[in-house]
């Protein structure tokens, strides 16, 4: 069984510009969600959707944003790019809202130059 | 979610049981302890969670103390492989965000 799988893995932009990044869950899974983590700090919690609906955000501005498509894969864009938006990007998938219990991609390496 | 405390790094020799510990004084009754970990610059791993009794699985032990204010992690033979960042978290087990903290740099030495 495939787990969940991120692109790209490594994305090179520059300030002011957008980054898209690409998630799809394990099969059966219906929330995802989306962490970031800068060089050095700990897991950031960005988003999370269920059932194409946003349930939850965490303390980041407006350019961050997503969406969770029919098929339950989601994307992640974030506007206006900033040095510090460099991180790595983690995408997880859960088989529902009762469960603590989350599958981690490897991550999407963003790099803003 | 309750705010957990674990130390900052440990060390374990390779072969010997890793014990990790970690504070949630604060937990309230509802509340699961979750342990993940993360190998450097991977997505992290689900290893266990438990609520109130013991629990093991082919990963680990967890063993929760009767108030449930701590938490004990127990790898019973660690390898070089497992080397990595241990994160302690309380969850409603409701969903949402899971919370991780700074974790515990676990290095396990030949």
């Known amino acids: 069984e495939a787990g969940v799988t991120q692109s790209p893995t490594h994305l090179i932009k520059t300030r002011g510009q957008q980054a898209t990044l690409r998630c799809s869950p394990i099969s059966g899974h219906t929330s995802v969600y989306w962490y970031q983590q800068a060089l050095g700090l700990g897991l950031q919690f960005l988003l999370w959707y269920d059932e194409g609906e946003e349930r939850n955000r965490g303390n980041f501005p407006p350019r961050f944003s997503g969406r969770q498509f029919p098929n339950y894969s989601s994307e992640l864009n974030v506007n206006a790019l900033e040095l510090e938006d460099s991180a790595l990007y983690l995408c997880?998938?859960?088989?529902?809202?009762?469960?603590?219990?989350?599958?981690f991609g490897e991550g999407s390496r963003l790099t803003v130059l | 979610d309750a705010k957990t405390t674990q130390p900052p790094s440990m060390d374990c020799a390779e072969g010997r049981a890793a014990n990790l510990p970690c504070n949630h004084s604060?937990?309230?009754?509802?509340?699961?302890v979750y342990w993940y970990r993360q190998i450097h610059s991977q997505g992290p791993q689900y290893i266990i969670h438990?609520?109130?009794n013991n629990e093991t699985n082919e990963m680990a032990s967890l063993i929760i103390t009767e108030d449930r204010k701590s938490s004990t992690l127990i790898l019973p033979h660690a390898t070089l492989r497992d080397t990595a960042v241990y994160y302690c978290i309380a969850n409603y087990n409701q969903g949402g965000k899971l919370i991780f903290g700074q974790g515990t740099e676990l290095s396990v030495k030949p």
């Open positions: 997880a998938s859960s088989s529902g809202t009762n469960t603590g219990e989350l599958f």
């Open positions: 438990g609520l109130k």
């Open positions: 604060t937990i309230s009754g509802n509340e699961y």
